[in-house]
C-alpha cells in the first residue's frame, strides 16, 4: 500500500499548474522533488511497492542490498547539491578498491605491471603487446561494433583476455553485435599504449588514486530516494505505490490524464503536464489512441538486458577488501561480486558476517530468471567457492532481487528505431521522457537526474532545454571538445609550406630592397645592401642584385621556416603528449566501469 495520499480522480488545484511524474527512481523522484521547489504541484506514480527503481536498496533481515553498487559522484552542481541538501550527513566519504577475476586470478585495477604480468605470464604478454601492434598498423576499416572498437584500441588478444567473456555476460550477445557507439560513450577514448603508459609512469602523487574515494549513503542509495520521496511529500507532493500506469489517454497534442491500476480497480490522475522514466517501449505502447503502426513497431525492436542479484549472508566478518570484483571469467556464470561492508559497514548490522550481492545477467523470461530463489542461492554458493571467496558450509542465508530493464540494449538499427520514437513523442506538448529507461540510454545515475531537472523547468519556466542532450556520459563531449581544441592549438606546421611562405617573403624583401635602393640611389643603404655580398656570393644593389636577392632570399627563408616549423613541432608534441598524459590517467580507471 501507498503511504503517502492518494490523488484518485482529482484535477489541478486552482488552475496552477500540475505535473505528473511516471516512475519514482532517481530521474521521477528528482522531477517529483525539482516540481515542489518550483511550486507546482506534484504527484509521482510507481509500479513497484518501494522507492528508488534501479537505485533502491533491497533489506533482507536488517542486512542492506544496494542493487548493482552506486557510487555518488559526479560533475553536475546542482545533482551535488541536491544530494547534500537532502542527506547531509549521512552521505559519508568512503575509499573505493576494484578488482578483476579472470583464470583463477585476481588482477588490480587500475593494472599495475608486475601484477598483470604475473597474472599472464610473459608470453600471454608478449602476444598481447604484439597483436596491438598488428592492429594499429592493419585495424578494422570501420567501428561499427563493439569487437571493432575495442579491437582497434587494444588489440584482438587483450580483447578477448578482459573485454570480450565479461561484456557479452552482461550483454547477452555477441560483441560483435552490440554498437560501437556504446563502447564509445562508455569505455571512452583508451587504447593499450595508454594503459601501458600509466602502469610505467605514474606520477608519485596518483598512486593513491589507485584506491578513488566516492560518497555513500550509509545505508545505501535507497536511503537517498526513500529521503528525496518524504520530502515531496512534506512539501506538499504526493507519491503514489503501486500504480500500473494501464493507458495515457490523448488528443494526438496533449496528454488529458492517466488510468492506472491498483488494488484491482482503476484511477484516473489528470494534470497539465506529465513526465515519464517509465520504458520509453512501454510508454508508447500505453499512449490511447495508439500510435501508427511504424511507431509500435519500433518500440517492439528496442529491448533491455535484465539482472538479478543473489544477496548472500556469509558468517565470516572480512571476506576480501574490495568493494566489488568484475568476474571476466568464463567458468562461473556471475558477472559482479558486491561487497557491501566495504561500501558502508552499517549495510551488514552483525560484525561477525558479510553481506555479498553476486550479479548475474539475464533477460527477463530465460532460464536463469525463472530458477527458483533457493536454486539461485545455491548456485551464487556454489560460485563463490569455486572462486575462492568462501566456503559453501560458511554461507547462512541468501535472498533474491530480480531488476527488470536494467539496460538498454545497444543492439543493430537501435538508433533509427529509437529516432522514430522521439519524433512521434516531440509531438506532444506537454509530455516529456527522461532517465535512463525513458530515453532507452544507459545513463549515470547523476545524469538520469540532470535529465529531471530540465524537464521540470520546461514545465516550470518555460524554458526549451533539450533532454534528450543529456549525454549517458558528458565527459565523453568534453573530451571530444578537447580533442578539437588541442587540435587546434597544437596543429602540425607543414615543414615545406612554412619553408616556402617565410622564403617568398624573404625574397620578396630582399629584392625589393634592392631594387628600391638601386633607383634612390642612396650611398648610406647602398652600402649596407653591399656588406651583404660577404655572406651572399655575387649579390650587389643592382638589377642583377635583385635576381640574386630573390635567390637568395628564398634559400634562407626557407632554411629558417623549415627549422622553425620543426621545432615548433617538436615542442607541440611533447606539451600535448603532458596534456594526454594527464587527461588519460584519469580516464583510464574507467576502462571496466562501464557496467
Not at 53 to 75: E, I, N, Q, S
Not at 211 to 233: N, T
Not at 555 to 564: A, E, H, K, Q, S
Amino acid at each position: 500500500m501507498s503511504n503517502a495520499r492518494t490523488s484518485e480522480g482529482s484535477g489541478p488545484r486552482g488552475g496552477g499548474q500540475r505535473l505528473v511524474v511516471i516512475g519514482a527512481g532517481p530521474a521521477g523522484l528528482t522531477a517529483g522533488y525539482e516540481a515542489t521547489r518550483f511550486g507546482l504541484e506534484a504527484v509521482v506514480l510507481e509500479k513497484s511497492g518501494d522507492v528508488g527503481g534501479l537505485a533502491r536498496t533491497a533489506d533482507y533481515k536488517g542486512f542492506h542490498f544496494d542493487m548493482g553498487g552506486h557510487r555518488f559522484f559526479t560533475k553536475a552542481a546542482p545533482v551535488a547539491k541536491m544530494w547534500r541538501d537532502v542527506l547531509g550527513p549521512k552521505l559519508i566519504r568512503r575509499p573505493r578498491l576494484s578488482r578483476i577475476y579472470y583464470r583463477g586470478r585476481f588482477f588490480q585495477y587500475p593494472l599495475r605491471p608486475w601484477n598483470a604480468l604475473r597474472g599472464l605470464g610473459p608470453w600471454r604478454s608478449a602476444a598481447i603487446a604484439a597483436s596491438y601492434l598488428w592492429w594499429q598498423l592493419f585495424p578494422h576499416r570501420t567501428e561499427d561494433t563493439f569487437e571493432q572498437w575495442v579491437t582497434n584500441r587494444f588489440g584482438r588478444r587483450l580483447f578477448r583476455t578482459f573485454f570480450q567473456t565479461y561484456t557479452e555476460k552482461v550483454w547477452g550477445m555477441p560483441c560483435s553485435q552490440l554498437k560501437a557507439e556504446w563502447a564509445a560513450q562508455r569505455i571512452k577514448d583508451l587504447s593499450l599504449k595508454t594503459a601501458v603508459w600509466n602502469m610505467f609512469l605514474r606520477r608519485a602523487t596518483t598512486i593513491k588514486t589507485l584506491i578513488e574515494e566516492f560518497d555513500y549513503p550509509i545505508l545505501g542509495p535507497g536511503m537517498m530516494w526513500k529521503a528525496v520521496r518524504d520530502a515531496i511529500i512534506q512539501a506538499g507532493g504526493t507519491v503514489e505505490l503501486e500504480r500500473d500506469v494501464v493507458r495515457l489517454e490523448h488528443d494526438g497534442q496533449r496528454v488529458s490524464r492517466i488510468v492506472v491500476a491498483c488494488n484491482g480497480r482503476q484511477e484516473s490522475v489528470e494534470g497539465t503536464d506529465f513526465v515519464s522514466s517509465m520504458p520509453i517501449t512501454e510508454l508508447v505502447a500505453k499512449l490511447d489512441p495508439p500510435p501508427p503502426t511504424a511507431v509500435l513497431e519500433a518500440a517492439r525492436a528496442l529491448t533491455y538486458r535484465d539482472f538479478l542479484t543473489v544477496c548472500l549472508i556469509v558468517n565470516r566478518a572480512d571476506l576480501f577488501p574490495d568493494n566489488w570484483i568484475y568476474v571476466h571469467d568464463p567458468l562461473v556464470k556471475v558477472g559482479r561480486i558486491q561487497n557491501y561492508r566495504n561500501w558502508s559497514p552499517a549495510m551488514v548490522p552483525d560484525p561477525a558476517k558479510t553481506g555479498l550481492g553476486l550479479e548475474y545477467f539475464c533477460t527477463e523470461g530465460d532460464a536463469l530468471w525463472r530458477a527458483t530463489d533457493e536454486e539461485l542461492v545455491a548456485l551464487g554458493t556454489r560460485e563463490i567457492a569455486t572462486i575462492g571467496l568462501a566456503r559453501a558450509d560458511e554461507v547462512a542465508d541468501g535472498h533474491v532481487v530480480r531488476v527488470p530493464k536494467a539496460y538498454p540494449i545497444y543492439a543493430s538499427a537501435y538508433r533509427e528505431h529509437l529516432d522514430v520514437l522521439k519524433s512521434y513523442l516531440a509531438g506532444f506538448t506537454n509530455l516529456q521522457t527522461i532517465g535512463r529507461n525513458g530515453l532507452h540510454r544507459y545513463d549515470n545515475q547523476d545524469h538520469a537526474m540532470l535529465t529531471a531537472m530540465l524537464a521540470v523547468r520546461n514545465v516550470a519556466l518555460n524554458e526549451r532545454n533539450d533532454v534528450w542532450g543529456v549525454n549517458a556520459d558528458p565527459d565523453y563531449h568534453e573530451e571530444t571538445r578537447l580533442e578539437a581544441a588541442l587540435e587546434r592549438v597544437f596543429g602540425k606546421l607543414d615543414r615545406f609550406a612554412f619553408g616556402v611562405a617565410v622564403g617568398a617573403v624573404a625574397a620578396a624583401i630582399l629584392s625589393l630592397g634592392s631594387v628600391f635602393m638601386m633607383l634612390k640611389g642612396d650611398p648610406v643603404m647602398g652600402h649596407k645592401l653591399r656588406l651583404l655580398a660577404q655572406y651572399l656570393p655575387g649579390y650587389e644593389a643592382s638589377a642583377r642584385g635583385a635576381l640574386l636577392g630573390l635567390f637568395y632570399g628564398f634559400l634562407g627563408g626557407f632554411t629558417v621556416g623549415w627549422m622553425f616549423a620543426v621545432t615548433r613541432n617538436a615542442a607541440a608534441l611533447f606539451s600535448l603528449a603532458v596534456i594526454r598524459r594527464r587527461v588519460e590517467s584519469r580516464t583510464l580507471r574507467r576502462v571496466f566501469d562501464y557496467v
